[in-house]
């Protein structure tokens, strides 16, 4: 019998699209013909400000990362204006990010800045991107850079000179392709379009890699959110820098008109152990996933065989599924066996009829894409031994590990692996 149903993919190879209208895409000067210095607003590159991204906004209120299945683009209406996925162009990536944060202005080179950006780089939040070629990401260190913006609305010329001026005069190391400079500006200075159509940006010059965030206070509006909400963008760019570094060309994570794995999930955030993060499109799960879960680590836990209450409550045609109970979920495998994990802060999270139902706050690691191909048949995910263990790949990818203390014992294609 089917333990989890695993939504139908078209593809692995594509990855996500902005969800607002106002701003189109990411990666400024990353087509080949870098932005010169004193250029206008990047063409691509944009964190949308909420407003340019009513329905990922709304989206993102309870917490939980989801939304969007199988649809790729959508009107400020949320309404779908495109099924399916379109080809991706390539895969280039970065596969090891090193980041550097630099303060442009009365910005202090540590903080909760570099605090948000040491935690981000020893998570999961990139080592859990693999499907895209990402393995992970490390902290360099922080830095003040000793300058003043030279105005207070700054062009894309004007943050690549600093950048290279950073570079040049050994704030910082050079660029290899794999290093990431993290531009956080003074309140009171922003880019071009900033506060009012966007909240950031990635981009480069050469091999040299860049992020800009605007501080949430520079924007009277408020459409930038809070203090908590600039690491939320900066991990946004982060993520969208290790995947598509040059924005198009021959190999890039990203829909054919520029639009990148953080944009149509822009403003779902949700919080881990005190730092907001941003949702990611993920290829694999065709939805927006939180990529760092902390708590139940992926526990599954054999409670016994499930009652007829409990097999009916979570069976849908034929197929299983984790279904909330109180403080965790559970599922039942192919021989009713009942298997629980524990949902850490003690919330889960219901997704509705014919899909998994979610522990928005623990969660563990996701599959690896051998470890998902390899427990999938058709359409359906199935208990498979892993060593002295069994484990299977829910609807968003999340992996459950259960122990075996005697062994497991594979059963076939088909069927539910069994612990002795």
Request: glycine share 16%; net charge negative.
């Amino acid at each position: 019998m089917r333990t989890t149903f695993i939504l139908s993919v078209v593809s692995f190879s594509l990855v996500s699209i902005h969800c607002g209208s106002s701003a189109p895409g990411d990666s400024p000067g990353a087509t080949g013909d870098a932005i010169s210095a004193g250029a206008a607003t990047p063409a691509r590159g944009v964190m949308p400000t909420k407003s340019s991204a009513p329905t990922a906004a709304a989206a993102s209120t309870s917490g939980v990362c989801g939304g969007y299945e199988n649809c790729v683009r959508h009107d400020n209406n949320g309404n779908c204006t495109a099924q399916g996925f379109p080809n991706v162009q390539g895969s280039q990536s970065v596969g090891n990010l090193t980041i550097y944060n630099i303060g442009w202005g009365n910005v202090a080179a540590g903080g909760t800045a570099n605090a948000d950006t040491g935690f981000l780089a020893s998570s999961s939040f990139l080592s859990n991107l693999g499907e895209y070629g990402i393995n992970g990401a490390s902290f360099g260190f922080g830095v003040a850079s000793g300058e003043t913006p030279p105005r207070t609305v700054l062009s894309d010329g004007d943050v690549q000179s600093f950048v290279q001026r950073m570079i040049s005069r050994g704030k910082v190391p050079g660029g290899n392709g794999s290093n990431l400079y993290v531009v956080y500006l003074q309140q009171g200075y922003i880019v071009q379009g900033g506060c009012t159509s966007m909240c950031g940006y990635h981009g480069h010059v050469g091999n040299d890699l860049y992020a800009v965030i605007i501080d949430p206070a520079s924007c009277s509006s408020g459409s930038c959110g809070t203090e908590a909400d600039r690491e939320m963008t900066a991990s946004h760019e982060i993520a969208e820098a290790a995947s598509d570094p040059y924005g198009g060309g021959s190999g890039h994570w990203s829909y054919n008109s520029g639009e990148e794995i953080g944009d149509i999930c822009a403003w779902q955030g949700y919080w881990v152990d005190g730092y907001k993060l941003q949702c990611i499109w993920s290829q694999r799960a065709g939805k927006c996933v939180a990529t760092v879960e902390p708590g139940a680590d992926g526990i599954g836990v054999a409670a016994g065989n499930c009652t007829a209450n409990e097999y009916n409550a979570q069976n849908l045609n034929g197929a299983s599924y984790w279904t909330c109970q109180g403080s965790s979920r559970y599922v039942c495998d192919g021989q009713g066996h009942k298997v629980t994990e524990t949902c850490n802060y003690g919330w889960c999270n219901s997704q509705g009829a014919g899909q998994d139902d979610q522990c928005p706050y623990g969660g563990g690691v996701q599959c690896t894409a051998a470890e998902y191909q390899a427990q999938l048949l058709g359409n359906a995910s199935y208990w498979t031994c892993q060593g002295n263990s069994r484990y299977v790949c829910d609807g968003s990818n999340w992996k459950v590990t259960e122990s075996c203390p005697r062994g497991c014992t594979p059963m076939g294609a088909g069927v539910d692996d069994q612990c002795n």
